[in-house]
């Protein structure tokens, strides 16, 4: 494939005029090459920069924190990455359609899934293009927690294009060391979800869930320690409430929960 042929799939990719199975594919592609996922970026800003739906944020927009995942670290140096975030927060203000059910149901069913795939040993964070691109595209503003203080790595992401009956939503993969595994699925909220931090039991999987302003958010983890998977999701959810990373006393907390908890059953 020429490069004229990659910018045209690019740019299709970022206005979403791919189908389903050719969306799927040029994201795998994304995920394994950092050039096309910078190239990705590139394109989303310009599109939202020259959109007549943009809109004139407010002032008081909280920015990524720095104690955030630490791709976010990387974003912050850079001007152009900046405007990325800018862009994403700024469509994050417009009510794109009415309540779509069974949200839930369908991040239940990807971390299942997702959690029986075998680990890829020494996977690495996400990349922080790939990352700004797939927020851009989720039309919300928000931020993904850095789990690292609960010894958990971002080493999955993936975004889902809306369809007929479900919104645009992005799963992201949260993986430990010995085998622990924890999905953070976002998407918009419908006006029924609370903002109250709900627990829900399945079995051997355990999740939350909460609204925070437009945004749903679940946390899902299987065979996690109960007071180690509680004690995140009760500081996740506070902390997308008020968008701001971990204080100190948090991580600190994060720490000695994880570090006294067993390893994850299957």
Same mark, same amino acid.
């Given at each position: @494939?020429?490069?004229?042929?990659?910018?045209?799939?690019?740019?299709?990719?970022?206005?979403?005029?791919?189908?389903?199975?050719?969306?799927? %594919?040029?994201?795998?592609?994304?995920?394994?090459? #950092? &050039?096309?996922?910078? &190239?990705?970026?590139?394109?989303? *800003?310009?599109?939202?920069?020259?959109?007549?739906? $943009?809109?004139?944020? #407010?002032?008081?927009?909280?920015?990524?924190?720095?104690?955030?995942?630490?791709?976010?670290?990387?974003?912050?140096?850079?001007?152009?990455?900046?405007?990325?975030?800018?862009?994403?927060?700024?469509? !994050?203000?417009?009510?794109?359609? $009415?309540?779509?059910?069974?949200?839930?149901? &369908? /991040?239940?069913?990807?971390? +299942?899934?997702?959690?029986?795939? #075998? +680990?890829?040993?020494?996977?690495?964070?996400?990349?922080?293009?790939?990352?700004?691109?797939?927020?851009? *595209?989720?039309?919300?503003?928000?931020?993904?927690?850095?789990?690292?203080? +609960?010894?958990?790595?971002?080493?999955?992401?993936?975004?889902?294009?809306?369809?007929?009956?479900?919104?645009?939503? @992005?799963?992201? !993969?949260?993986?430990?060391?010995?085998? %622990?595994?924890?999905?953070?699925?976002?998407?918009?909220? #419908?006006?029924?979800?609370?903002?109250?931090?709900?627990?829900? *039991?399945?079995?051997?999987?355990?999740?939350? &869930?909460?609204?925070?302003?437009?945004?749903?958010?679940?946390?899902?983890?299987?065979?996690?320690?109960?007071?180690?998977?509680?004690?995140?999701?009760?500081?996740?959810?506070?902390?997308?409430?008020?968008?701001?990373?971990?204080?100190?006393?948090?991580?600190? /907390?994060?720490?000695?929960?994880?570090?006294?908890?067993?390893? %994850?059953?299957?």
């Amino acid at each position: @494939m020429n490069d004229y042929q990659t910018e045209e799939l690019l740019s299709a990719y970022v206005d979403g005029e791919l189908t389903p199975t050719e969306s799927a %594919c040029m994201a795998d592609a994304i995920a394994r090459d #950092p &050039r096309l996922a910078t &190239r990705v970026a590139l394109l989303t *800003r310009v599109k939202y920069s020259l959109s007549d739906l $943009a809109v004139e944020p #407010p002032d008081g927009i909280p920015l990524p924190d720095s104690r955030w995942s630490r791709p976010m670290l990387a974003i912050a140096a850079s001007v152009g990455l900046f405007v990325a975030v800018m862009s994403g927060i700024m469509t !994050g203000f417009l009510d794109f359609g $009415a309540d779509r059910g069974g949200w839930y149901q &369908r /991040a239940a069913a990807t971390h +299942a899934e997702w959690a029986q795939e #075998p +680990a890829a040993p020494g996977a690495r964070e996400i990349d922080a293009n790939l990352y700004l691109a797939s927020v851009d *595209r989720l039309h919300l503003s928000f931020q993904a927690p850095d789990l690292t203080s +609960a010894n958990l790595r971002l080493t999955y992401l993936r975004f889902y294009e809306a369809v007929e009956n479900s919104t645009a939503a @992005m799963h992201m !993969g949260y993986t430990g060391q010995h085998g %622990c595994r924890l999905t953070m699925w976002v998407t918009r909220a #419908p006006s029924s979800l609370g903002t109250d931090l709900t627990e829900v *039991r399945d079995g051997k999987t355990r999740s939350f &869930r909460w609204r925070a302003g437009k945004v749903a958010y679940a946390l899902f983890a299987t065979g996690m320690a109960e007071q180690r998977f509680t004690t995140i999701a009760d500081k996740v959810h506070q902390a997308t409430r008020v968008m701001h990373g971990f204080d100190d006393e948090t991580r600190m /907390a994060l720490n000695d929960i994880s570090r006294k908890a067993p390893p %994850c059953a299957a």
